[in-house]
Nanobody, 126 residues
Framework: QVQLVESGGGLVQAGGSLRLSCAAS????????MGWFRQAPGKERESVAA????????YYADSLKGRFTVSRDNAKKLVFLQMNSLKPEDTAVYYC???????????????????WGQGTQVTVSS
Protein backbone atom coordinates (compact mmCIF):
# COMPACT_ATOMS: atom_id res chain seq x y z
CA GLN A 1 0.00 0.00 0.00
CA VAL A 2 1.37 3.37 -1.06
CA GLN A 3 1.04 5.94 1.67
CA LEU A 4 2.53 8.91 3.45
CA VAL A 5 2.09 9.38 7.18
CA GLU A 6 2.93 12.64 8.90
CA SER A 7 3.75 13.05 12.56
CA GLY A 8 5.22 15.61 14.92
CA GLY A 9 2.53 18.23 14.94
CA GLY A 10 1.18 19.75 18.12
CA LEU A 11 0.72 22.88 20.18
CA VAL A 12 3.68 25.18 20.66
CA GLN A 13 4.16 28.72 21.89
CA ALA A 14 5.25 31.45 19.54
CA GLY A 15 9.01 31.37 19.12
CA GLY A 16 9.14 27.65 19.66
CA SER A 17 10.12 24.83 17.32
CA LEU A 18 8.62 21.67 15.93
CA ARG A 19 9.97 18.96 13.70
CA LEU A 20 7.53 17.26 11.40
CA SER A 21 8.24 13.84 9.96
CA CYS A 22 6.72 12.05 7.02
CA ALA A 23 7.14 8.31 6.57
CA ALA A 24 6.70 6.91 3.09
CA SER A 25 5.86 3.37 2.20
CA UNK A 26 5.06 1.49 -0.97
CA UNK A 27 6.79 3.87 -3.38
CA UNK A 28 10.21 4.31 -4.93
CA UNK A 29 11.06 7.06 -2.48
CA UNK A 30 14.31 8.09 -4.10
CA UNK A 31 12.51 8.85 -7.36
CA UNK A 32 10.20 11.45 -5.85
CA UNK A 33 10.44 15.06 -4.92
CA MET A 34 8.86 15.45 -1.50
CA GLY A 35 6.92 18.53 -0.58
CA TRP A 36 5.37 20.07 2.49
CA PHE A 37 2.19 22.05 2.15
CA ARG A 38 -0.08 23.68 4.68
CA GLN A 39 -3.65 24.84 4.89
CA ALA A 40 -4.99 27.22 7.49
CA PRO A 41 -8.70 27.53 8.24
CA GLY A 42 -10.43 29.55 5.57
CA LYS A 43 -7.34 29.76 3.42
CA GLU A 44 -6.09 27.96 0.36
CA ARG A 45 -3.43 25.30 0.60
CA GLU A 46 0.03 26.72 0.09
CA SER A 47 3.41 25.25 -0.65
CA VAL A 48 5.85 25.42 2.24
CA ALA A 49 8.99 23.59 1.16
CA ALA A 50 10.19 20.82 -1.11
CA UNK A 51 13.26 18.69 -1.59
CA UNK A 52 14.56 16.76 -4.58
CA UNK A 53 15.04 13.04 -4.46
CA UNK A 54 18.81 13.40 -4.06
CA UNK A 55 18.40 16.08 -1.42
CA UNK A 56 20.57 18.41 -3.48
CA UNK A 57 17.80 20.82 -4.39
CA UNK A 58 15.38 22.49 -2.04
CA TYR A 59 12.62 25.04 -2.32
CA TYR A 60 11.08 27.29 0.30
CA ALA A 61 8.22 29.72 0.24
CA ASP A 62 9.77 33.18 0.37
CA SER A 63 8.06 34.06 3.63
CA LEU A 64 9.50 31.00 5.37
CA LYS A 65 13.12 31.10 4.30
CA GLY A 66 15.45 31.05 7.25
CA ARG A 67 12.90 29.58 9.65
CA PHE A 68 12.01 26.25 8.03
CA THR A 69 14.38 23.54 6.84
CA VAL A 70 13.43 20.51 4.78
CA SER A 71 15.53 17.35 4.72
CA ARG A 72 15.19 13.68 3.88
CA ASP A 73 16.62 10.27 4.69
CA ASN A 74 16.22 8.08 1.62
CA ALA A 75 17.42 4.96 3.38
CA LYS A 76 14.62 5.25 5.93
CA LYS A 77 12.10 6.78 3.51
CA LEU A 78 11.59 9.79 5.74
CA VAL A 79 11.27 13.49 5.04
CA PHE A 80 11.44 16.16 7.70
CA LEU A 81 10.40 19.74 8.17
CA GLN A 82 12.22 21.58 10.93
CA MET A 83 10.24 24.65 11.92
CA ASN A 84 11.87 27.28 14.10
CA SER A 85 10.76 30.66 15.42
CA LEU A 86 7.17 29.65 14.92
CA LYS A 87 4.51 32.33 14.67
CA PRO A 88 0.75 32.17 15.24
CA GLU A 89 0.28 32.59 11.50
CA ASP A 90 2.07 29.27 10.99
CA THR A 91 -0.95 27.55 12.51
CA ALA A 92 -2.31 25.12 9.92
CA VAL A 93 -2.65 21.51 8.94
CA TYR A 94 0.63 20.46 7.39
CA TYR A 95 0.68 17.89 4.63
CA CYS A 96 3.43 15.82 3.15
CA UNK A 97 3.20 15.02 -0.55
CA UNK A 98 5.17 13.17 -3.21
CA UNK A 99 5.73 13.93 -6.88
CA UNK A 100 7.49 11.58 -9.30
CA UNK A 101 10.41 13.29 -10.97
CA UNK A 102 12.79 11.96 -13.61
CA UNK A 103 15.14 14.92 -13.37
CA UNK A 104 16.44 15.65 -9.90
CA UNK A 105 16.95 19.35 -10.48
CA UNK A 106 13.49 20.01 -11.90
CA UNK A 107 11.01 20.96 -9.20
CA UNK A 108 7.52 19.61 -9.83
CA UNK A 109 4.63 22.01 -9.96
CA UNK A 110 2.10 21.87 -7.13
CA UNK A 111 -0.36 20.00 -9.36
CA UNK A 112 2.17 17.22 -9.92
CA UNK A 113 2.08 16.07 -6.31
CA UNK A 114 -0.24 13.09 -6.52
CA UNK A 115 0.35 11.26 -3.27
CA TRP A 116 -0.68 12.96 -0.04
CA GLY A 117 -0.60 12.23 3.64
CA GLN A 118 -3.50 12.78 5.99
CA GLY A 119 -1.96 15.89 7.53
CA THR A 120 -0.81 16.87 11.00
CA GLN A 121 -2.08 19.86 12.95
CA VAL A 122 0.34 22.55 14.03
CA THR A 123 -1.00 25.18 16.41
CA VAL A 124 1.13 28.11 17.51
CA SER A 125 -0.18 30.10 20.45
CA SER A 126 0.67 33.74 20.99
Amino acid sequence: QVQLVESGGGLVQAGGSLRLSCAASGLVFSGHWMGWFRQAPGKERESVAAISWSGSFTYYADSLKGRFTVSRDNAKKLVFLQMNSLKPEDTAVYYCAAARSFIDSVQPGPHEYDLWGQGTQVTVSS
